[in-house]
């Protein structure tokens, strides 16, 4: 089982920056990507940003230039550095991590959410 554990939500004012980490534990042979999404009340799910074992980075639009996902292979933890925090970033982030654990299977999981709250 691969657990991921998030953390450094909160709340900031509009403008400031917060920063989330996620690290992922347990029965990992390789992470292929990892990466954050995250759910507004009433809203679906959606990509915030990915990254791959590569380094390879996808945005959503709305915040491209803002945020910055980053991952440390060797922690198999991955960062977003959110900037220019808007109140429409308000939401539940969560860790999403796919790749192939120790007994060759395929895994995605995710963590448990982070609540990111920007007031105006």
């Known amino acids: 089982q691969v657990r991921l554990v998030e953390s450094g939500g909160g709340l900031v004012q509009a403008g400031g920056s917060l920063r989330l980490s996620c690290a992922a534990s347990g029965s990992l042979f390789r992470i292929n990507a990892m990466g954050w999404y995250r759910q507004a009340p009433g809203k679906q799910r959606e990509l915030v940003a990915s990254?791959?074992?590569?380094?390879?980075?996808n945005y959503a639009d709305s915040v491209k230039g803002r945020f910055t996902i980053s991952r440390d292979n060797a922690k198999n933890t991955v960062y977003l550095q959110m900037n220019s925090l808007k109140p429409e970033d308000t939401a539940v982030y969560y860790c999403?991590?796919?790749?192939?654990?120790?007994?060759?299977?395929?895994?995605?999981?995710w963590g448990q959410g982070t609540q990111v709250t920007v007031s105006s």
């Open positions: 999403n991590a796919n790749g192939v654990n120790i007994f060759q299977s395929n895994f995605d999981s």
């Open positions: 990254i791959t074992i590569r380094g390879s980075q």
